[in-house]
């Protein structure tokens, strides 16, 4: 996976990222397993960058991420 450097800070992210908004919001058939599922397989690829924000289920997006790494 191709890398980029993000900002000054020397941070760095995978160039390919994960949309996570149609994991908890905006989209009827929500499916948990799925997403949870779908964000492994996509770090097991290499992909660094998982693209969310708080409006995605007032905070539901965040909470299925951060979820996903527990399991």
Known sequence: MEIRKLGTQGLEVSALGLGC???SEFYSGR???EAIATI???LEL???LLDT???YGMGDNEELVGDSSRR
């Open 21 to 23: 908004m149609r994991m």
């Open 31 to 33: 499916n948990e397993q």
């Open 40 to 42: 492994h397989r996509a």
């Open 46 to 48: 290499g992909v660094t």
């Open 53 to 55: 924000a708080d409006m």
